[in-house]
């Protein structure tokens, strides 16, 4: 048993990031005076971290790969073994998570052009004669899922559909209910009542998963969605009815389902549907609104309301809003609905003295989003999108004012794959503006569980430590390439 856990620490120690390290530097044959000397770096330095007592910087870690013969998967490896061990198991899986849920949040958007289901009729559920019914009825055995969607589907023939729900998000009545609401072509209301894990710092932030379901519902633009959180106290009583924990609402039938979802029970009793209403709102007066909607009409407010508290960003394009003149703003905006309200709440909001001083804003972006800005000219960020494209005397103006506050803008490496249209912006109140902005469809929410918003700037904050950004040299290059290539095709159409 002994010489087991011998093994086992001696195969821990050679999984660290000196071992790693020492196992490349051996291979390479350089000695450490010789990598020293290669480096910049000190030799005690180098020495300190083989032997586990250094902790260096993120620089100092690239300088030592830089030097070494690796290939892009080995140093990919040893930085991510480095993160890990710099900022503990816990911190890493969240910004890891974190990052996973930008990279992949567009993906959720349901589209508008889904197949079209056909309904059977019958005398559950009859279908008017005549009448192209767009969902499909329960056949064959009755199990959880099969009442999942039969509630759906009756709710949605209803004049004004609107679900309240008590369950756990990884349940299938959220993967089921926007793709029936969005093939169907109709619009619901979903309350959604739900627990929070208490999550100290330091610690496993373990509501990530529930953050990316809840915000996968609310991407749907057919729910309307309000998910309401509490945390979870040995004290409190959230059941009436114990072997039946989870409950769905509808206008006509209650739903109650198992703990495991392994059983359900629908149920056709007014008294019953007043009781586990009346018992949403008491959760409800102790809850929280996690998520909140942003419709189309208000987005631009909840941006220009919110200029003054801009922390952070990470988007697809560089946020070029500071750097918006009223000539520019009269010139590019087109005639988009509420025209003079826009131009007033700019007046107030970004070119008054009020606004907040961009030096201390934080923008991380794509090399190519900057690119297809300087391409293009369009903005695919808020308040930028509102905008028609810019002309290239525009665009250069904008890319050397970018350059004259480089201080303030930071690109990020590929390996950061910030999807197209995306916008998730931290804000000095400790919440967050969560967009995906699209030429078929807007989203927009605000974040305001103070945890999850924290692991957000947890992940703002140290990516300029992280390997996944460029050097404020090669963002210059960058720069002054787009610019070259504006002034160029610039003398190329006065000489045509």
Same mark, same amino acid.
């Given at each position: 048993?002994?010489?087991?856990?011998?093994? /086992?620490?001696?195969?821990?120690?050679?999984?660290?990031?000196?071992?790693?390290?020492?196992?490349?530097?051996?291979?390479?044959?350089?000695?450490?005076?010789?990598?020293?000397?290669?480096?910049?770096?000190?030799?005690?330095?180098?020495? /300190?971290?083989?032997?586990?007592?250094?902790?260096?910087?993120?620089?100092?870690? #690239?300088?030592?790969?830089?030097?070494?013969?690796?290939?892009?998967?080995?140093?990919?490896?040893?930085?991510?073994?480095?993160?890990?061990?710099?900022?503990?198991?816990?911190?890493?899986?969240?910004?890891?998570?974190?990052?996973?849920?930008?990279?992949?949040?567009?993906? =959720?958007? +349901? &589209?508008?052009?889904?197949?079209? *289901?056909?309904?059977?009729?019958?005398?559950?559920?009859?279908?008017?004669?005549?009448?192209?019914?767009?969902?499909?009825?329960?056949?064959?055995?009755?199990?959880?899922?099969?009442?999942?969607?039969?509630?759906?589907?009756?709710?949605?023939?209803?004049?004004?559909?609107?679900?309240?729900?008590?369950?756990?998000?990884?349940?299938?009545?959220?993967?089921?209910?926007?793709?029936?609401? &969005?093939?169907?072509?109709?619009?619901?209301?979903?309350? /959604?009542?739900?627990?929070?894990?208490?999550?100290?710092?330091?610690?496993?932030?373990?509501?990530? #998963?529930?953050?990316?379901?809840?915000?996968?519902?609310?991407?749907?633009?057919?729910?309307?969605?309000?998910?309401?959180?509490?945390?979870?106290?040995?004290?409190?009583?959230?059941?009436?009815?114990?072997?039946?924990?989870?409950?769905?609402?509808?206008?006509?039938?209650?739903?109650?389902?198992?703990?495991?979802?392994?059983?359900?029970?629908?149920?056709? &009793?007014?008294?019953?549907?007043?009781?586990?209403?009346? /018992?949403?709102?008491?959760?409800?007066?102790?809850?929280?609104?996690?998520?909140?909607?942003?419709?189309?009409?208000?987005? *631009?407010?909840? *941006?220009?309301?919110?200029?003054?508290?801009?922390?952070?960003? +990470?988007?697809?394009?560089?946020?070029?809003?500071?750097?918006?003149?009223?000539?520019?703003?009269?010139?590019?905006?087109?005639? %988009?609905? #509420?025209?003079?309200? +826009?131009?007033?709440?700019?007046?107030?909001?970004?070119?008054?003295?009020?606004?907040?001083?961009?030096?201390?804003?934080?923008?991380?972006?794509?090399?190519?989003?900057?690119?297809? *800005?300087?391409?293009?000219?369009?903005?695919?960020?808020?308040?930028? &999108?509102?905008?028609?494209?810019?002309?290239?005397?525009?665009?250069?103006?904008?890319?050397?004012?970018?350059?004259?506050?480089?201080?303030? =803008?930071?690109?990020?490496?590929?390996?950061?794959?910030?999807?197209?249209?995306?916008?998730?912006?931290?804000?000095?109140?400790?919440?967050?503006?969560?967009?995906?902005?699209?030429?078929?469809?807007?989203?927009?929410?605000?974040?305001?569980?103070?945890?999850?918003?924290?692991?957000?700037? #947890?992940?703002?904050?140290?990516?300029?430590?992280?390997?996944?950004?460029?050097? %404020?040299?090669?963002?210059?290059?960058?720069?002054?390439?787009?610019?070259?290539?504006?002034?160029?095709?610039?003398?190329?159409?006065?000489?045509?």
């Amino acid at each position: 048993m002994a010489g087991k856990r011998t093994a /086992h620490k001696r195969e821990r120690a050679e999984d660290t990031f000196a071992c790693k390290l020492s196992m490349y530097i051996e291979k390479s044959g350089l000695t450490i005076q010789k990598l020293a000397a290669v480096t910049g770096l000190g030799r005690t330095a180098i020495q /300190h971290t083989l032997a586990g007592k250094l902790v260096p910087a993120k620089s100092f870690v #690239d300088r030592l790969c830089a030097a070494l013969p690796m290939t892009p998967d080995q140093r990919t490896e040893l930085s991510n073994q480095y993160a890990r061990e710099k900022a503990g198991d816990a911190v890493y899986y969240n910004r890891c998570r974190i990052k996973e849920i930008i990279e992949s949040l567009p993906q =959720y958007r +349901i &589209s508008e052009t889904m197949t079209r *289901f056909t309904m059977e009729n019958n005398d559950k559920f009859p279908c008017p004669v005549g009448s192209v019914c767009p969902v499909k009825t329960v056949t064959g055995i009755v199990n959880v899922n099969s009442l999942f969607r039969t509630v759906i589907i009756t709710e949605c023939r209803t004049e004004d559909p609107h679900f309240t729900a008590a369950l756990p998000m990884e349940s299938m009545f959220f993967e089921m209910l926007p793709q029936i609401l &969005s093939a169907s072509g109709r619009r619901a209301r979903l309350e /959604h009542y739900f627990t929070m894990n208490t999550c100290a710092e330091g610690e496993k932030n373990t509501n990530m #998963d529930i953050l990316q379901g809840a915000l996968k519902t609310a991407m749907c633009a057919a729910v309307d969605y309000s998910p309401y959180y509490h945390y979870i106290s040995p004290e409190t009583e959230d059941n009436i009815l114990a072997p039946y924990p989870y409950y769905i609402v509808t206008s006509e039938f209650s739903l109650l389902i198992s703990a495991d979802h392994s059983s359900a029970v629908m149920i056709d &009793s007014p008294e019953l549907r007043e009781e586990l209403l009346r /018992h949403s709102e008491r959760i409800k007066s102790r809850s929280s609104l996690m998520i909140k909607q942003v419709g189309q009409p208000e987005m *631009f407010d909840t *941006f220009a309301n919110s200029a003054q508290y801009f922390y952070s960003s +990470i988007e697809y394009q560089p946020c070029l809003t500071g750097f918006i003149t009223e000539d520019i703003l009269l010139k590019r905006l087109g005639n %988009v609905p #509420d025209r003079d309200g +826009i131009l007033q709440t700019v007046s107030e909001k970004f070119f008054s003295g009020n606004k907040q001083d961009s030096g201390h804003f934080k923008n991380f972006f794509t090399k190519e989003g900057l690119i297809s *800005f300087a391409e293009t000219g369009q903005m695919t960020n808020m308040p930028g &999108s509102l905008l028609m494209p810019m002309s290239r005397e525009e665009r250069i103006y904008f890319l050397e004012s970018m350059k004259s506050a480089a201080g303030s =803008y930071v690109m990020l490496t590929k390996d950061f794959a910030v999807p197209s249209f995306m916008q998730v912006i931290c804000l000095t109140n400790r919440q967050l503006i969560i967009s995906c902005l699209t030429e078929e469809k807007n989203f927009c929410c605000l974040l305001t569980e103070p945890g999850l918003c924290g692991a957000f700037e #947890d992940l703002i904050d140290n990516l300029t430590d992280s390997g996944l950004t460029e050097s %404020v040299g090669i963002l210059t290059a960058v720069i002054d390439c787009c610019i070259d290539m504006l002034k160029s095709s610039e003398e190329e159409y006065l000489t045509d």
